[in-house]
């Protein structure tokens, strides 16, 4: 059975060339790769040295990471946004329906000032979609809900009858 290299026992050769790399700032996966040992491994042996490795290089690269990914989310949400526009616009516009069908599998087609209640209701659940999964991808600020609470209960003061 084959022995993981990883398993072997550290050397003090290996030991002090651990302190060593980690004395001229180099990080754990530079070490690691170096000298040809787990990450893990190096980690263990600089924390029972009391070494540390300067994290300030993988906070700043996570935090522009994480700033990328808000980026592409409100892309794909404003993308999303259009989608539904341009579906709830759908419902309003001259549409084609088409049937095959009968005996002889006929195809016939009318044009109409606008779609029929059943494909109107197909478009606003996509758009009702497209905006759901925009919303999530980027939720409103609180105060925007907040704001819209407000409207909402102004409007309801105003409808006959009250809230």
């Not at 290089?57 to 522009?64: D, F, G, I, N, P």
């Not at 980026?71 to 309003?92: C, F, H, K, P, V």
């Not at 494909?119 to 991808?137: F, N, P, R, V």
């Amino acid at each position: 059975m084959a022995v993981r290299k990883d398993m072997r026992q550290v050397t003090d050769e290996e030991r002090a060339e651990i302190i060593r790399l980690h004395g001229e700032g180099k990080g754990r996966n530079e070490i690691a790769r170096l000298i040809g040992r787990a990450q893990r491994t190096i980690s263990l042996i600089c924390a029972e040295e009391n070494l540390v490795f300067d994290v300030t290089m993988t906070e700043e690269a996570t935090r522009h990471r994480v700033a990328q990914l808000a980026e592409r989310r409100a892309m794909l949400a404003e993308a999303l946004q259009d989608d539904a526009e341009r579906l709830t616009e759908q419902m309003w516009q001259p549409a084609k329906v088409f049937r095959i069908g009968g005996g002889a599998n006929k195809y016939t087609e009318h044009n109409l000032d606008e779609p029929p209640a059943d494909a109107k209701k197909d478009l606003m659940a996509s758009a009702g979609i497209a905006i759901e999964k925009s919303l999530k991808l980027v939720p409103p600020e609180r105060e925007d809900l907040e704001g819209l609470a407000a409207v909402d209960q102004w409007l309801r003061g105003m409808m006959p009858g009250g809230e």
